[in-house]
């Protein structure tokens, strides 16, 4: 089993940037790509951005592009989230997930394991 462990939430004023850290560990570590998902009170989950870990490809929500950036560090079986210019309504708890079968897929029912979220609330 993978656990993935997100870092790097907090609190930010309008305008300002974090850099949220998602690192894999467990069984060897075959994720096909990684996504980054976040969920504001009253509101479903929705899909921030992913990567494919091989190719490194990105996909971004059209509400974060231009703003955020997603990577990866191989070695490190981690994956990060940069974002910047934050907007209240970035306000949400992130998750992290991994996908294990091949394609793109920005619903959360297209990953298979997450992890447990790191809190991220942009004050105006």
């Known amino acids: 089993q993978v656990q993935l462990v997100e870092s790097g939430g907090g609190l930010v004023q309008a305008g300002g940037s974090l850099r949220l850290s998602c690192a894999a560990s467990?069984?060897?570590?075959?994720?096909?790509?990684m996504g980054w998902f976040r969920q504001a009170p009253g509101k479903e989950r929705e899909f921030v951005a992913t990567?494919?870990?091989?190719?490194?490809?990105?996909y971004y929500a059209e509400s974060v592009q231009g703003r955020f950036t997603i990577s990866r560090d191989n070695a490190k079986n981690t994956v990060y989230l940069q974002m910047s210019s934050l907007k209240p309504e970035d306000t949400a708890v992130y998750y992290c997930a991994a996908r294990y079968s091949v394609g793109y897929n920005n619903m959360p029912s297209g990953y298979d394991d997450w992890g447990q979220g790191t809190q991220v609330t942009v004050s105006s």
């Open positions: 990567i494919r870990w091989r190719s490194g490809s990105t």
């Open positions: 467990g069984r060897t570590f075959s994720a096909y790509a």
